[in-house]
């Protein structure tokens, strides 16, 4: 007897549903792309009990005939291609032709359409997989499609669903991808008559990320440059360094048009926040990738949800780039807010000024010799002055007098008002109120000026006492052969001793690792995922990062105005000025909208 035989067509299209319809939120995304592909300028979208009960998508879009609403509903019948060629440049987010049919095996469903110039539409009536009804239709041109009782000829299924208010999360998830995906479109999403979300047409990403999210987050977020020529058109907005979630449900990238999960993506992206977040953290994104459609394969996941590049490194480097250079152009613009022209009320720095203690300043860390690097860092002298005048020497309570200052700069927006608990510098600048740790401040101008330093004058090496060999897989060999040369001025003592085959004999002197072995296993994970524009000293960061935090002033640590102002200046200048190394922020910007409205003066 045969063992093998064809399924019967509707236990093959249940086991295609099962790859495509996971939950109500698959259903979604595929009536949505469809409607999108169907150049719909509006989408209505409504469900009840998360969309286990019904699931209603209208659009405006092209519509179709009798003819295609019933080959629609066939497996792998679709408008998008039309030979094993268009597989290689996919420019639709539909292509397969099995989502309509895959749906309709597992539901009660129904599809009406009409085109445009038609006097009459198409209704058709679909239960488990088997069309009951087909008959003209009077629905308003585009394409409506219902689909109920999900999975009810499936209950094992239907038991794996969650709850209500899981399932409608994830569809408003789902539905904030393709808003944000498609900001041309406009949006309607209703639950059980209510609706959540009303979106018109934006005219723009940002009107739509302001629907969406509102302006708070909007006014954190940087635009990101386009880049001038190169294969790769990289846009949208990032968050500013130090603003993170705990998960990816704000990373939000599009390859295309398409919103999609990627590994070389996601490691581009926490390279390119290198420093600039809390470890464990995630950066909101809203990262636009177009490229060449022949350059990315999108069929390599049933729900679509995974690309694939035809040259990964080329596309990791490019997004690396974006991110540094538009955190770095946000560096000059957030640092306009603290320069300008001369403010009323700046002291004139001709004018004679009231004796002062000398106060020698060194915030910038002074490099040690190699010999002597055991040695602790130099402090802040002075560090016992109080930071606030005497109340008869001051303008007012906790008021520090910029007329004391014997080199008050004229080119400083923002003017110091005091200190809070021993540890946040108050200031005052055109948008408000300003509050900055002087721990963390410090601590990323210590942060750069050692790495800086280190770079110039290079990395101290110490030699092991006996060289280790170790063998690495085939890749990771290869790799270390095209790096050696970076993992030298690194400051590791490496160089090759047979095929797969490998030497060291020195590490830098900062690392203590009593397994070199392991430590170079770990070594190469990290560096693969790293830019190749990444600093020379990206394996001490680490060290440097926790050997300044030591350093660096701490709470409680009374500092004098001038070294308060020097702080600040050094802290301006810096690359990163807006996180310490460990994404801590330094500074919080409180608007003076946010205080009137904090004191009831504005609604």
Request: hydrophobic content about 40%.
């Amino acid at each position: 007897m045969s063992r093998i035989r064809l399924l019967p067509e509707t236990v093959a299209s249940q086991v295609a549903a099962g790859e495509v319809v996971e939950r109500p939120a698959s259903v979604i995304k595929e009536l949505v792309e469809n409607s999108i592909d169907g150049e719909a300028g509006k989408i209505d979208i409504l469900i009840r009990r998360g969309g286990i009960s019904l699931v209603r998508v209208i659009d405006d879009g092209c519509g179709m005939d009798r003819d295609d609403a019933l080959l629609s509903l066939e497996r792998h019948a679709t408008s998008k291609i039309r030979s094993a060629g268009d597989l290689a440049a996919i420019a639709t987010l539909g292509f397969r032709g099995e989502a309509l049919p895959s749906i309709a095996s597992v539901s009660r469903f129904r599809l009406t359409t009409r085109e445009p110039n038609a006097v009459a539409g198409t209704e058709i009536v679909v239960n488990g997989g088997k069309i009951d009804i087909v008959r003209d239709g009077g629905e308003a041109p585009g394409t409506q499609v219902e689909v109920r009782s999900l999975f009810y000829n499936l209950p094992a299924r239907r038991k794996f669903l969650r709850s209500e208010n899981t399932e409608t999360r994830n569809i408003e998830h789902q539905l904030h991808l393709q808003a944000i995906g498609h900001w041309q479109i406009a949006f309607t999403f209703v639950r059980a008559d209510a609706t959540v979300f009303q979106l018109p047409a934006a005219a723009n990403l940002r009107d739509r990320i302001r629907d969406l999210y509102g302006n708070d987050l909007l006014e954190r977020l940087l635009e990101v440059r386009p880049a001038d020529g190169g294969k790769i058109d990289i846009s949208g907005f990032i968050g500013q360094g130090g603003l993170s979630r705990q998960t990816r449900a704000q990373q939000l990238v599009f390859v295309n048009g398409r919103a999609v999960e990627n590994p070389v993506v996601s490691a581009a992206l926490r390279e390119g926040y290198h420093t600039a977040l809390m470890k464990g953290q995630f950066p909101i994104t809203f990262l636009f990738l177009n490229l060449d459609a022949a350059a990315v394969d999108v069929n390599v996941h049933p729900a679509k949800r995974e690309v694939r590049f035809r040259n990964p490194a080329h596309v990791h480097e490019a997004v690396v780039v974006a991110i540094r250079e538009t955190l770095e152009s946000g560096r000059r613009d957030w640092e306009k807010k603290f320069h300008a022209p001369a403010v009323a009320g700046v002291a004139d720095p001709g004018r004679a000024a009231p004796h002062q203690p000398h106060v020698d300043l060194t915030l910038r860390l002074q490099m040690l010799a190699p010999e002597a690097s055991h040695r602790e860092l130099p402090h802040l002298h002075g560090a016992a002055q109080a930071v606030i005048p005497r109340r008869e020497d001051a303008e007012g309570p906790h008021k520090i007098s910029r007329d004391t200052q014997p080199d008050a700069r004229r080119n400083q927006q923002f003017q110091i008002i005091g200190i809070l608990n021993k540890l946040y510098v108050l200031m005052e600048n055109a948008d408000g109120l300003v509050l900055v740790d002087q721990h963390a401040a410090h601590e990323r101008i210590l942060f750069e000026e050692l790495r800086r330093r280190m770079e110039q004058q290079g990395v101290p090496t110490q030699k092991l006492l006996l060289a280790h060999t170790f063998d690495l897989p085939p890749r990771d060999a290869e790799w270390v052969e095209r790096n050696l040369s970076i993992l030298q001025k690194m400051g590791i003592g490496i160089e090759s001793f047979g095929p797969n085959t490998f030497k060291i004999d020195s590490l830098p002197a900062f690392l203590k690792t009593s397994d070199p072995i392991s430590f170079m296993q770990r070594v190469i994970d990290d560096l693969k995922s790293a830019s190749e524009r990444s600093s020379p000293m990206r394996l001490g960061e680490e060290t440097i990062a926790k050997t300044v935090c030591r350093h660096a002033v701490k709470a409680n640590d009374p500092l004098r105005y001038l070294e308060v102002e020097k702080l600040v200046q050094d802290l301006l200048d810096c690359d990163l000025p807006y996180c310490c190394p460990h994404g801590r922020p330094t500074m919080i910007q409180i608007s003076l909208t946010e205080l009137e409205k904090k004191f009831g003066r504005r609604v």
